[in-house]
T-cell receptor
Framework: DTEVTQTPKHLVMGMTNKKSLKCEQH?????MYWYKQKAKKPPELMFV???????INESVPSRFSPECPNSSLLNLHLHALQPEDSALYLC???????????FGPGTRLLVL | AQKVTQAQTEISVVEKEDVTLDCVYE???????LFWYKQPPSGELVFLIR??????QNEISGRYSWNFQKSTSSFNFTITASQVVDSAVYFC??????????????FGGGTRVLVKP
């Protein structure tokens, strides 16, 4: 089973709202990732968690706050976003030290 | 710094034609991994193949084949006898090896493949 699930599939939020994106995997992977993808562009890495600890933060603005409550779950908390944050947010997981990342279907976010 | 270049932005073919996607990469690492991912209109990135830098054997998997040439830093991907369902954006990606902190994938710009019936 190489499935990564993400909820919600679509999200529309205002600039003053607080929302969260969720990601779940049951492959026993201990590395989890958040990527942001703008239209017609490749995915860009935002955060990496390794063994439930934040290991990489690609200088992401603080209005994005990641959380890894356990080895299967990864959240991305959103607050005071800007319209330019509208994008597809992809979650991925992999074994630590193993290179193949498996991606979820993504959440399409629209910030009004 | 790592870099991946996909010079072809869009390729259009008729069903059953072969499609070859080009990928050129740059890295200072001696051990690394190369990938091809497919992204259909639904948005999910689907893992297709992985190649280790220390193994230049080229393989075929079903309708997919790849040509890894370390001397020219190229990792090309071919879809044989294309089908309409192959229509998607294809990304070539490069990763460092064996990083306990997690592996950063560097993606190319993507090549949009349109297969017409």
């Amino acid at each position: 089973d190489t499935e990564v699930t993400q909820t919600p599939k679509h999200l529309v939020m205002g600039m003053t709202n607080k929302k969260s994106l969720k990601c779940e995997q049951h492959m026993g992977h201990r590395a989890m990732y958040w990527y942001k993808q703008k239209a017609k562009k490749p995915p860009e890495l935002m955060f990496v968690y390794s063994y439930e600890k934040l290991s990489i933060n690609e200088s992401v603005p603080s209005r994005f706050s990641p959380e890894c409550p356990n080895s299967s779950l990864l959240n991305l908390h959103l607050h005071a976003l800007q319209p330019e944050d509208s994008a597809l947010y992809l979650c991925a997981s992999s074994q630590v030290g193993r290179e193949t990342q498996y991606f979820g279907p993504g959440t399409r976010l629209l910030v009004l | 710094a790592q870099k991946v270049t996909q010079a072809q932005t869009e390729i259009s073919v008729v069903e059953k034609e072969d499609v070859t996607l080009d990928c050129v990469y740059e890295t200072r690492d001696t051990t690394y991994y190369l990938f091809w991912y497919k992204q259909p209109p639904s948005g999910e990135l689907v893992f297709l193949i992985r190649r280790n830098s220390f193994d230049e054997q080229n393989e075929i998997s079903g309708r997919y084949s790849w040509n890894f040439q370390k001397s020219t830093s190229s990792f090309n991907f071919t879809i044989t006898a294309s089908q309409v369902v192959d229509s998607a954006v294809y990304f070539c990606a490069l990763s460092e090896a064996y990083k306990a902190a997690g592996n950063k994938l560097t993606f190319g710009g993507g090549t949009r493949v349109l297969v017409k019936p």
